[in-house]
């Protein structure tokens, strides 16, 4: 029964195999005997030897047969590529791992002979309904079918997967089946669901030495989707040049209360997404001071605070403000109607805990401006304008959406600065000198200029 099955399978990979040697020009091998217009001859010998290396492959696997053949052709072949390409054929051995999804609804068929394994790797947090605010109720993110979908339709298989944490060690051994792995997890998504972000990133910088592609990189993710990134880039064009970063009790409390006595401000945690832990914060008094300095708020001045993840507002002394901030929901932190939990400095910067203070811009009513590139190549520009009286453009506010192509002229001066005077300078000044850019990252952008500032 073995070497029935192990003959049945060679027959029909061998067969898959050999008519994508034909129909792409024998890609599997190389040949310095054969000439551009021997492309049919090299197919033919690539056939031959795709269909030999199967038969050798599946029978020697399942102990079938033993041949020693020797035997010259006028090719080089790329044996270990061989090898790869027909485990490739082989559907990665997922039993291991719980099924979360509820169903795959709208995935297309996987190759029957893939150029290339992926998996899209995503996480459903058990205490968030439906599993965080980017799931579908069948417990995928909402844009998991289409990218595993466009991945399929490029040649290659993609498996969509589950990060548990409690499966841990199973998983990455499950990854090393693939040449590839798009981790779609937010930030603070796979602590909130109970796991360590720190603990999956070092399992994805190891698979990397193995020679798997995992995009983004954890680097890149870390320093690039960290908040801190924003004062890496405020020398830039595109940056505020009086963004700070605080990742201590005494920096913050320290800074907070001089940036705060100047001018409205915008502290944002690190942690998180859809604007949980992004305040909006203004003194109730309006007592600005005309100079960066010259005086610090008092703890017991009140602030005015709006949440930028559903725009609600609430009022809390300074001191109360920096309680929430660094200890969370105490008897010093006063009352809080806000859904999140403070804390935003817990385990210090090696865990991620982190605050940056920046410069309010009272044009954002005007709306932001979120430009989607794919790689260094801008494909859409999106202008979301908050709801009438809200701050937050974020998703589900009330905020509107309108849709721009790359080349829409009224972005032209932004558009410049980012990708032909900004460009090249984001990784390096983000410490990832050696990653790429991105395969899709976005970037948000609001009006810093004063209101009646020419567009050019």
Request: net charge negative; with cysteine; charged share 25%.
């Amino acid at each position: 029964d073995a070497c029935e099955r192990s003959l049945h399978t060679f027959a029909m990979l061998s067969t898959r195999l050999a008519s994508r040697v034909v129909a792409r020009g024998s890609r599997l091998f190389s040949s310095s005997a054969a000439s551009a217009s021997a492309i049919p001859h090299r197919a033919l010998i690539g056939g031959a030897v795709a269909v030999g290396a199967a038969g050798l492959y599946y029978g020697n696997k399942t102990g079938c047969l033993s041949l020693d053949i020797t035997f010259k052709l006028p090719v080089e072949i790329d044996t270990a590529q061989l090898v790869r390409q027909l485990r490739r054929c082989e559907p990665a051995d997922l039993s291991s791992l719980t099924k979360v999804a509820k169903d795959d609804l709208g995935l297309l068929p996987q190759p029957e002979a893939p150029t290339y394994r992926t998996a899209l790797v995503e996480i459903y947090v058990r205490s968030a309904p439906y599993g965080g605010s980017d799931k579908s109720s069948n417990g995928h993110r909402y844009d998991s079918i289409p990218f595993a979908n466009g991945m399929i339709n490029a040649g290659m298989s993609c498996n969509l997967v589950h990060y548990v944490h409690e499966e841990h060690d199973k998983f990455v051994e499950a990854m090393k089946q693939f040449d590839a792995i798009i981790v779609r997890c937010n930030p603070g998504q796979i602590k909130a669901d109970g796991g360590s972000q720190a603990k999956f990133d070092d399992a994805m910088r190891g698979l990397q030495k193995l020679g798997i592609q995992v995009w983004p990189s954890p680097d890149v993710m870390e320093f690039m989707g960290a908040k801190d990134a924003l004062t890496k880039i405020a020398h830039l064009n595109i940056g505020l040049e009086d963004t700070l970063s605080y990742y201590d009790e005494e920096e913050f409390a320290k800074g907070f209360k001089k940036t705060m006595a100047f001018q409205p401000r915008v502290i944002k945690q690190n942690r998180g997404s859809s604007g949980e832990g992004i305040w909006i914060i203004k003194l109730k008094e309006g007592n600005y001071c005309s100079n960066f300095g010259d005086r610090i708020c008092e703890g017991d001045e009140v602030l005015s605070l709006m949440e930028a993840n559903d725009n609600h507002a609430e009022e809390h002394t300074v001191a109360e403000f920096i309680e929430f901030c660094v200890n969370g929901r105490t008897d010093k932190s006063g009352e809080w109607t806000s859904k999140g939990v403070g804390k935003y400095l817990e385990g210090g910067k090696e865990a991620g805990g982190m605050l940056v203070d920046q410069r309010f811009c009272p044009r954002i009513v005007e709306g932001e401006l979120r430009y989607n590139c794919v790689g260094p190549e801008l494909v859409g520009i999106i202008h979301k304008k908050p709801k009438e009286g809200g701050i937050s453009a974020v998703g589900g506010t009330g905020s509107i959406y309108t849709f721009y192509g790359p080349d829409e002229p009224k972005f032209k001066n932004l558009t410049d600065n980012f990708l032909k005077k900004d460009i090249n300078h984001v990784m390096p000044s983000l410490g990832l000198s050696d990653e790429p850019i991105p395969l899709w990252w976005t970037t948000d952008f609001i009006l810093a200029s004063p209101e009646g500032t020419p567009a050019e």
